[in-house]
């Protein structure tokens, strides 16, 4: 089993930075990838960023690319997310997910485990 805790969220506003951390703790060693999600009110959940845990190739959506950045500290066993430039439609609770198998960054169905997720508020 694989546990994962969010933090790091709050209140910021438009065009502000939040930075938020991913401890994972657990089984970890055979994971292959580690992911955001997010979710905001009235919507599905949708895919943010992704690592993967041999060779650390990343993968953003279009709709954070230049704006977030996934990392990974292997020593503290924790994936952070730095947002920047953030705007009001990144408002969502955000999710930190890992998984086994071939990379499939963008699929939540790929995802064995998932924290309680953490809400980021983006004020105009």
């Known amino acids: 089993q694989v546990q994962l805790v969010e933090s790091g969220g709050g209140l910021v506003q438009a065009g502000g930075s939040l930075r938020l951390s991913c401890a994972a703790s657990?089984?970890?060693?055979?994971?292959?990838?580690m992911g955001w999600f997010r979710q905001a009110p009235g919507k599905e959940r949708e895919f943010v960023a992704a690592v993967r845990s041999n060779g650390g190739a990343t993968y953003y959506a279009d709709s954070v690319k230049d704006r977030f950045t996934i990392s990974r500290d292997n020593a503290k066993s924790t994936v952070y997310l730095q947002m920047n430039s953030l705007k009001p439609e990144d408002t969502a609770v955000y999710y930190c997910?890992?998984?086994?198998?071939?990379?499939?960054?963008?699929?939540?169905?790929?995802?064995?485990?998932w924290g309680q997720g953490t809400q980021v508020t983006v004020s105009s």
């Open positions: 657990g089984r970890i060693f055979r994971l292959d990838r």
């Open positions: 997910a890992a998984g086994y198998g071939p990379f499939a960054p963008a699929a939540a169905n790929k995802y064995d485990y």
